[in-house]
């Protein structure tokens, strides 16, 4: 079967998590059950089947480097589950900041302004990427739609895992149905993270027929996108994305506050959420559920990614474009479709048999 080659914008704690990840579980058995993964084998595609070619960063002590070494360069911060990584011929090139880098991060990103960017396009094109993967830090609105673009112009699809639209966007969904080219995205969802397990608390509510009164989600962590989300500027599509995923539950009105709540340096990528629900049920009488959540973030996402691609290469091989409706109602926060996570999961797993077209 023919590699999955992937280019990564973004060489942070989600890209370290995901490289790891692949190289991790190369030798796992079709039988063996891999925490996160759909499945060993997903349609025709192995794990070990995806190959990194490119990727694009701003930190200049990664840019020349090989991606395998570059994801472990500081400030990244993302559990070293893998002791050693072998070259892959995957160059990290120079990127153009655009607004990826908020002013208060350059010194934490470690910025290089004498470094000429490269031609992003050009480099898709000269890899042969199949796709592109968006891992730049919330609040890069220009950046994200630079490299959509850039994708679009390389003939390369595109899978979008920050809170910026562009699957969900009509707009752009439009451009790649033009372009013969798949889209999957926005905002990915973790393995088992806030938003998966906020969505199936109040989904339970509902189902057992408590009526929903508030709800809260606050989250802390100590990594570089905690840092970068302390400006409320940067949170705005965030905050749609992560509310919007669990409002949807809810055939009415809540009042609902989720969201990024404080940078921790000293918790570095580990992430503790807070959810609460308030209800009343029967006689309306009151239920509360208060609940703690503590987790290594970055890994949390891998292997949803993973997952990912090998929807998206699949689309590809079948000459599907435009959005991808169920991967990414699946993995996604803010999918161009909300549905209950189990329906996204089975409408997957039709889509691999060849039975759903997207």
């Not at 595109?158 to 033009?178: L, M």
Request: glycine share 6%; aromatic share 8%.
């Amino acid at each position: 079967m023919a590699e999955i080659k992937v280019a990564i914008s973004g060489v942070g704690n989600c890209a370290s998590a995901l490289v790891q990840g692949v190289y991790y579980y190369r030798n796992a058995r079709e039988e063996d059950i891999i925490p996160g993964l759909m499945h060993v084998k997903f349609g025709d595609y192995h794990i070990r089947d995806i190959k990194f070619v490119a990727a694009f960063e701003v930190n200049k002590d990664k840019i020349g480097r090989d991606l395998s070494e570059a994801i472990f360069a500081p400030p990244n911060s993302c559990a070293r589950f893998v002791k050693a990584l072998p070259k892959f011929g995957a160059k990290v090139y120079a990127a153009p900041k655009l607004d990826g880098v908020a002013p208060h991060m350059e010194k934490s990103f470690r910025t290089d302004d004498e470094t000429e960017p490269v031609d992003v396009v050009q480099v898709l094109k000269e890899t042969n990427a199949d796709m592109l993967i968006n891992f730049l830090p919330v609040g890069s609105h220009r950046a994200t739609r630079y490299y959509a673009e850039a994708a679009l112009k390389a003939g390369c699809a595109f899978v979008n895992c920050i809170p910026e639209f562009i699957a969900s966007d009509r707009e752009w969904a439009i451009k790649f149905e033009k372009a013969g080219l798949p889209v999957a995205g926005d905002d990915v969802k973790s393995q088992l993270g806030a938003t998966i397990l906020h969505r199936t608390l109040v989904r339970l509510f509902v189902d057992r027929g408590v009526v929903v009164d508030e709800t809260y989600q606050l989250n802390i962590g100590g990594n570089t996108d905690f840092e970068n989300m302390t400006l409320e500027e940067r949170l705005r599509t965030k905050r749609i994305s992560k509310t919007e995923a669990v409002t949807s539950m809810v055939p009415y009105s809540v009042p609902t506050r989720i969201g990024p709540s404080d940078y921790v340096p000293f918790l570095g990528d580990k992430k503790i959420c807070y959810i609460y629900v308030k209800g009343r049920k029967f006689g309306d009488q009151p239920v509360r559920v208060i609940l703690k959540l503590e987790v290594e973030d970055s890994p949390n996402s891998a292997g949803v990614v993973i997952d990912v691609i090998r929807a998206v290469k699949i689309a590809l091989d079948r000459g599907i474009s435009g959005p991808l409706i169920s991967i990414s109602s699946y993995a996604f926060k803010h999918p161009p479709i909300q549905v209950e996570d189990s329906e996204a999961r089975i409408w997957v797993e039709e889509f691999i048999e060849g039975k759903r077209k997207r």
